[in-house]
């Protein structure tokens, strides 16, 4: 009797902390196995049940929602594989005939991929390098939406979903560009008396590629940071395909797109955190957690997404130790950063945190909603300047009203560099790599280190 059973990779990625579901398949002396290219966060796997259990929760929130469906998705991907594999097997003779040593993996393969290996067209392989290309799962959001908001100024454009990646120009891409920071103009958005609101497709040829391709939320007006990231997402594709030799097509080299600006980085003192983490709040004792998990932030530098991969194992010897995700795909480095003695009265707090995170870690929106929240209770409400993303525009906010969680990071390295002033060491430090262009943007000169060098004069 032909046989199916699943069960979980022993290995967790770092950057996306899922491990991959495992197939195999066994009937008589055929005994096969298969990577199913499906992924899950371990502790929703269910080893006696070869399948994911879906947690119950009091209160559906959107994250728990957002949960609930993609581990319903990844069973019913499972169920899909499964009959697959034994309607395939029944095909190919039910093992009356012989069958190749890597049957099964071709069948996964060509189940998880169809046609994508032959196909020229721009989005297939697009998906394709989507599909395999091993990152995090922020990063695939961000390349799925890419994907999407392509797709959608193909058939806007009239090129079709056939266009080869051989044909993909300069001036295609130019007007990709111009597509993104148009697009919210194709729609328009009113509100009746009663409070209802009413959309409008301002342009018939959009409303047909929208409705095609739509989105979750109608799409906004757009920063030119934000398309700068599409772009760099776009190039990032195009490199691995000429890498991987299925083109030697590289619209970038006739390109010369939007260029990212920042403004100069904001951060709060020593003293600001010291009076953050000394604050009383035991009568929110849920913000006191999350207060408490930002302050260890502060302290070793991470950004939210090492953050919440960082579990027991990874505090060695007095020091946290991490792979930075931005580093992973590339020249992976790993950062150690030693504890002092604010980080080591946090982890003592939450020692007993169950399983293997360091930390009670909570959703990165619903994270930085707490931040803003414990920042006002605290009195950090002082005005600061921002660069608007979508005017470009210097504008003053109260702290509170622009804190984030990459506030942290930011108190780590500006308060650093104002007593080492060594880009490379304290980059040692924060995972940034040798003159790097994002690390340029913290060493700008602070009012306290203008004081000191105008006294050098004296």
Known sequence: MATVKFRLSSKCDRATGLSEILVRFFHGKIDQYAKTNIFVQPQYWNADRERVTIPRVRVMSPDAKRLTSELTDVNAKLERVKKLINDSFIEAGAGKKGIEAAWLQDLIKQYNFPGSEKSRAVLDVLKRFIDERKTSVSNISHHLVNYRAFKRFLLYKGYGLTLSIDEVSGEIIGEYVDFLNEEHTYIETTTDREGNKRVEFLDSRYKDAFQAVPESRLPA??????????????????????????????????????????????????????????????????????????????????????????TKGSVIDGAVEYIPRKTKDGHPVTVRVPLNSVAREILERYKDTPGKMLLPCISDQNYNYAIKEFFKLCGLTRMVTILNPTTREEEKRPLNEVASSHLARRCFIGNLYKQVKDPNLIGKLSGHTEGSKAFARYRDIDEEMRKELVSMLE
């Open 221 to 310: 007006e757009r920063g030119q940071n934000a398309i700068c990231e599409f772009v760099k997402h776009f190039r990032s594709f195009f490199l691995w395909a000429v890498n991987q030799g299925i083109t030697s097509n590289n619209p970038f080299r006739n390109f010369s797109g939007p260029q990212p600006l920042y403004g100069t980085p904001y951060y709060i003192t020593i003293e600001e955190r010291n009076r953050l983490f000394e604050y009383d709040l035991s009568d929110r004792p849920q913000l006191a957690i999350q207060r408490d998990i930002f302050v260890f932030q502060c302290v070793i530098g991470c950004r939210v997404s090492d953050l919440r991969n960082l």
